[in-house]
């Protein structure tokens, strides 16, 4: 990538600048790009689209990148909605993953908007420290698509976006209720990991009241498949998930039923026990075929692994915090959602913390409610906040030999426990 030159002009370099001298840059540089920030952040959220349809998120970012002087490969790694802009040269990767899609019907009530803002503004964060001084490295913000459905994050790791990355990170929000008292968020979080399939059953057309023997019933297989789940729910491990959704269940009453199709997830700790607890929903539905006498068909979609959070990235995310005055809890609960991030930290060091966005009762993610509060002024202030929190540890991944060897390790190191626990 070419290293830019223009853009935060106003940083003057500082050659062999201390780490406090640096956070204040840091701070500096993203609070005066607050009108932008604050800017890309309400055109996000006015303007949802679903995965691989982020048209004008993908067109507004890079325009604002391309405004600060900063060289954008566009559509990049084959997805039309996907961007990658990079400052420096030699040294360590740091990159930043910046999300922006939305879900069907209710906006950004995962709010994106806010991850993207965040890493922005940690992108600009560390080209500020990197000009501020005479130290190699690079930094990295990469969109990412399609996280809601898609799982976009896996296209880039197939076309090598983190080939080269030495710590990948984003954080992201969630309403306050889902946090212990006192804290601005949380650094240390696990996910699930799940795994993704379309059911579809195939029977015989006839006329449901002239000659329903002639038929095969397709949505018979359906509802059974369905029962045969819901009871299989009471006998798995409390953090495993089964859900679904009909996708297709007949068109006429007064037509036997020929095709029926669902759409199921499936939800554990790993992707190995997510694959064996679908091994066991797949039974279900491969029973119902039988009791119906109807023919079933499996289509595998994209498996979002379980989240790693590197121990290392963790704890200096906590320091940043506690430095800046926005102090986290070190860990969390393992969240049961799922995220491509996961697949993400299985290739490079990986950080995904949480923050806590202010919310009506009952306003959790994925609600009408948290599009309204991921779309409020105290959101973004934020954001902003946990930006300044992860430029510093990327900064500090660039600048400091020992911590940037403790993450390789902590990644190395868990790599081992992943491979020991598949044998």
């Known amino acids: 990538m070419t290293q830019i030159t223009s853009g935060l002009s106003s940083i003057t370099p500082t050659p062999g600048q201390q780490p406090g001298g640096t956070l204040d840059v840091i701070v500096q540089a993203i609070d005066a790009h607050d009108k932008e920030l604050q800017l890309i952040n309400e055109q996000i959220h006015k303007n949802p689209e679903l995965a691989f349809e982020e048209f004008k998120a993908h067109d507004n970012i890079t325009k604002l990148l391309e405004d600060l002087g900063f060289s954008v490969t566009k559509h ?12 420096g040269s030699g040294g360590r990767v740091v990159a930043f993953n910046a999300e922006y899609d939305a879900l069907p019907g209710i906006g950004h009530a995962c709010g994106h908007n ?8 940690a992108f600009l964060g560390v080209v500020a420290a990197l000009k501020a001084s005479t ?3 690079r930094v990295r913000l990469i969109g990412t698509p399609a996280e809601e459905d898609g799982g976009g994050k896996i296209n880039l790791i197939d076309a090598g976006a983190y080939e080269d990355v030495d710590a990948c990170l984003m954080v992201h929000p969630a309403a306050h209720k889902r946090f212990p008292e006192g804290v601005t968020g949380v650094s240390y979080v696990k996910s699930n990991a799940i795994v993704k399939f379309r059911a579809r059953f195939t029977g015989k057309p006839a006329h449901a009241a002239g000659a329903p023997w002639q038929g095969i019933n397709a949505l018979d297989a359906v509802c059974l498949s369905y029962n045969g789940v819901s009871m299989l729910r009471q006998q798995i491990q409390p953090h495993e998930r089964i859900h679904g959704v009909i996708v297709e269940g007949g068109t006429k009453p007064n037509v036997i039923t020929a095709s029926g199709t669902v759409d199921y997830f499936v939800r554990s700790t790993s992707l190995e026990e997510a694959e064996a607890l679908k091994d066991r929903v797949i039974k279900c539905f491969d029973g119902a075929a039988i ?21 290392a990235l963790c704890a200096n995310y906590d320091s940043a915090m506690e430095t800046l005055g926005f102090p986290v809890a070190s860990s969390g609960a393992t969240q049961p959602g799922s995220t491509d991030m996961g697949n993400v930290t299985y290739v490079c060091p990986g950080f995904h913390g949480g923050f806590a966005v202010p919310a009506d009762p009952g306003a959790f993610n994925h609600t009408p409610s948290f599009t309204k509060a991921a779309g409020t002024s105290k959101a973004y202030e934020l954001a902003i906040n946990t930006a300044k929190g992860m430029a510093v540890v990327g900064w500090n991944v660039l600048s400091d030999d020992s911590l940037a060897e403790r993450v390789r390790n902590d990644f190395e190191e868990d790599k081992k426990m992943r491979e020991a626990s598949r044998r």
Do not use: Q
């Open 135 to 137: 130290l190699p490295g």
């Open 114 to 121: 806010l991850i993207a803002t965040s890493s922005i503004g």
């Open 76 to 87: 990049a790694y084959g997805l039309a909605t996907a961007f990658v802009a990079e400052y």
């Open 291 to 311: 009791a119906t006498g109807c023919s079933v068909e499996y289509e595998t979609r994209e498996a979002y692994a379980d989240l790693r959070p590197n121990k």
